[in-house]
C-alpha cells in the first residue's frame, strides 16, 4: 500500500513545485506591468477627476474636466486632426502595403530581397529623425520648394508647413512614407502561410490579378489586416513625435495631436494633471471602443 | 501572355518608384549632412565637402558625445532586462502553463490597449516624487516588461520540445538552470529578434525621455536632434549630420539584423 501511494505523492509534490517554479517565473514581469501600466491607467482616471493646476488638484465636480474637454476648441481640433490622419492616412497606408507586400510574393520576381529592403529601410529611422528629415524636405528653402521652382512650377518658396492644409497633407505623406513598409512585413510573413500552390491554381484558371487579389489575398490575410488595422488605429490616436518636430503643431495649432496637446497641458505650460489625465483617459476609451468596433467588424466577413 | 507582361514590366515599375520614394528622404539626409546648409538649400544631390566643418560646428553647439552615450547606455540597461524578464516571464506562462496563469496572460495582453500618454502623467508624478527625475532607472522602468515580448517568448516556447526539459530534470538539473542552459541558447534567433526590436524601441523612444529627463547631460539622442529645431535659423549641413547619428546606430543594427527584425515585428504574432 505504502510503496504504491509514495511515489504518486512525491510527484504531487513535484508538480506542485513546478507550479510554483512557473509563478516565479512570470512575477517580475507580471508585477512591473501592474506597477507601470495598470496602476498609473487607474491613477489616470482618478486624476482626471481633480481640478487645479501643478500639485494643487482637489475634487469637485467630478465631470469638470470632461465637460471642459468639449468646450475647448484646440482639444476638439486636435480630435479632429488625429480623426482626419486616422481616417485618411490609415487605409491608404494599409492597402498600399497589402498591394506592395502582394507584389513582392510573386515567386518569379527579380530583386526582391533589394525592393523589400528599400521599402522596408524608413522603419529604420527614428520618428523624430524622418519628422525632422520631412521637415527640411518641406521647408521654406527645403529640397521640395527648389525643385518645383527649378521646374518652373512656383516662383518662390511655398510654405508648406505655414498652411493648414498642406501642412496636414505632408503629415500624412510623411506618416504613409514612415509606416507602409512595416505594415508591407506583416502582409508578408502572412502571405507565407498561404500555400503558393492555391495562386498557381488561380493562374491556370484564369483569374486576373486583380480577382487573385481580392479573391485569395485578401480574404486570407483577413486576420493580419485586423491586426495591422487594430495597431495602426492605436498608433494614430497616440501621434506625438511628428506633430511635435514636423509641425510643431502648427500653424497656429492646425496640425496639433492629441498626445501632443496633452503633453503640452502637462508640460509646457503650468500643469493641469487633472484636465490632461482627463484627455489621456478619453484617448484610452478611443482605443478600446475602435480596437472592439474592428474586431466586431472582422469577425462578421466570416 | 503580352498582357501577363506587361502586367510584370508595371510591377517592376512600381516597385522601382517605391523603393526610390523610401529611400530618398534618408539618401538626401546622408548627401545633406556632407554640404553646406547653402548648398543643400540650392539642392545639392551630391556629396559635398563640409563634413568636416558641419561636425565641428554640431560639437560647438551640442553635447553629442554625451548624448551619444546615454542613448546607448539607456537602450543597452533596458534590452538586457527586458529580454531576461520578458523571456522568464513567456517561457514561465507556456512551460508550466494552468488555468490561473493563461488568465494572467490575458490580463496582461489587454495591457497592449492602455495609451502611454494615459500612464505618462501618473508615471512622471511617481518618479519625481520617489526623487527619480534624471535617473536611468526611470528612463527604462516603464518599458522593461511589456505584453508584446512575454507574448513573443511565449511564443517560442511553444517549439521548445518537452523531451528536453525532461531529460533534463532527469540529469539533475533544477528548473532555472533548464530555462539559462538549455531554452537560452536554443532560441537565439528568437532572442536576437527581440533584442533588435527592443534596442530600437530604446533607441527612438522620444516622449518618455522627454518627459523624465531634464537635465541636458541626461539627454537623448532623439531629444538632441530634436532640440536643434528649436532657433529661427536652421543649419541644414549641421542638422541632417546629427539625424544622421541619431539614426546610424538603428540602421546598422537594420542592415545587419534585417531578418530577425523583420521577425521581431511579426513573432509574436504568428
Aim: with cysteine; aromatic share 12%; net charge positive.
Amino acid at each position: 500500500m505504502s510503496q504504491v501511494k509514495e511515489p504518486k505523492k512525491r510527484k504531487m509534490s513535484l508538480e506542485r513545485r513546478h507550479n510554483l517554479t512557473g509563478w516565479a517565473f512570470l512575477t517580475p514581469a507580471t508585477l512591473m506591468i501592474a506597477v507601470m501600466s495598470f496602476w498609473p491607467m487607474i491613477q489616470a482616471f482618478i486624476l482626471s477627476l481633480q481640478t487645479g493646476k501643478a500639485n494643487n488638484l482637489k475634487f469637485g465636480d467630478p465631470l469638470a474636466n470632461y465637460v471642459r474637454m468639449f468646450r475647448d476648441n484646440v482639444f476638439m481640433a486636435s480630435l479632429g486632426n488625429t480623426f482626419l490622419y486616422l481616417i485618411i492616412q490609415v487605409p491608404i497606408m494599409l492597402i498600399l502595403a497589402l498591394i506592395l507586400a502582394s507584389m513582392l510574393n510573386n515567386k518569379n520576381l527579380r530583386c526582391k530581397g533589394l525592393f523589400r529592403t528599400a521599402i522596408f529601410l524608413p522603419c529604420a529611422t527614428s520618428l523624430v529623425s524622418y519628422a525632422i528629415i520631412f521637415r527640411s524636405l518641406f521647408g521654406v528653402d527645403g529640397f521640395i520648394n527648389t525643385v518645383l521652382i527649378n521646374l518652373g512650377i512656383l516662383n518662390t518658396g511655398y510654405n508648406f508647413l505655414g498652411h493648414a492644409t498642406s501642412a496636414k497633407i505632408v503629415i500624412i505623406i510623411a506618416l504613409v512614407w514612415r509606416w507602409t513598409g512595416y505594415n508591407m512585413v506583416f502582409y508578408l510573413s502572412g502571405l507565407q502561410n498561404i500555400e503558393y500552390s492555391v495562386y498557381e491554381a488561380a493562374k491556370i484558371d484564369g483569374a486576373s490579378p486583380m480577382q487573385t487579389f481580392f479573391k485569395i489575398t485578401v480574404p486570407l490575410l483577413k486576420p493580419t489586416i485586423l491586426l495591422t488595422a487594430i495597431m495602426s488605429t492605436n498608433g494614430t490616436l497616440q501621434l506625438f513625435d511628428e506633430s511635435l518636430n514636423l509641425t510643431k503643431g502648427g500653424p497656429a495649432n492646425a496640425t496639433i495631436t492629441m498626445s501632443h496637446y496633452i503633453y503640452n497641458m502637462s508640460f509646457k505650460y503650468v500643469p493641469t494633471f487633472g484636465y490632461a489625465a482627463a484627455m489621456s483617459f478619453l484617448i484610452f476609451i478611443l482605443v478600446a471602443i475602435l480596437a472592439f468596433v474592428q474586431m466586431k467588424v472582422g469577425d462578421k466577413r466570416d | 501572355m503580352t498582357k501577363t507582361k506587361r502586367m510584370n514590366v508595371l510591377m517592376y515599375i512600381v516597385l522601382t518608384i517605391v523603393s526610390l520614394i523610401s529611400v530618398f528622404p534618408l539618401y538626401w539626409m546622408l548627401i545633406s549632412a556632407t554640404n553646406k546648409s547653402v548648398d543643400v538649400s540650392r539642392g545639392a544631390l551630391l556629396p559635398g565637402a563640409a563634413l568636416i566643418d558641419n561636425w565641428k560646428s554640431l560639437l560647438s553647439q551640442s553635447p553629442v558625445g554625451t548624448a551619444m552615450i546615454n542613448s546607448f547606455k539607456y537602450a543597452i540597461i533596458l534590452t538586457f532586462f527586458a529580454l531576461v524578464i520578458c523571456s522568464l516571464a513567456g517561457y514561465g506562462f507556456e512551460i508550466y502553463h494552468d488555468k490561473g496563469k493563461d488568465a494572467v496572460m490575458s490580463i496582461l495582453l489587454l495591457g497592449m490597449m492602455v495609451p502611454f500618454v494615459a500612464t505618462m502623467i501618473p508615471l512622471f508624478r511617481m518618479f519625481s516624487s520617489a526623487k527619480l527625475l534624471n535617473t536611468t532607472i526611470a528612463v527604462i522602468m516603464p518599458t522593461i516588461s511589456t505584453p508584446f515580448l512575454i507574448m513573443m517568448f511565449r511564443q517560442s516556447a511553444r517549439s521548445f520540445p518537452h523531451d528536453i526539459i525532461e531529460a533534463a530534470r532527469i540529469d539533475g538539473l533544477n528548473e532555472i538552470q533548464i530555462f539559462f542552459r538549455m531554452f537560452i541558447p536554443t532560441m537565439k534567433s528568437t532572442y536576437a529578434a527581440a533584442m533588435t526590436i527592443t534596442f530600437m524601441n530604446a533607441w527612438n523612444n522620444y516622449l518618455w525621455p522627454k518627459v523624465i529627463l531634464q537635465k541636458e547631460e541626461t539627454f537623448t539622442m532623439p531629444m538632441l536632434v530634436a532640440n536643434l529645431t528649436e532657433g529661427y535659423v536652421t543649419d541644414y549641413g549641421v542638422l541632417m549630420l546629427a539625424v544622421l547619428l541619431c539614426s546610424l546606430p538603428t540602421v546598422i543594427i537594420f542592415f545587419l539584423l534585417q531578418k530577425s527584425f523583420a521577425e521581431g515585428i511579426t513573432g509574436a504574432v504568428k
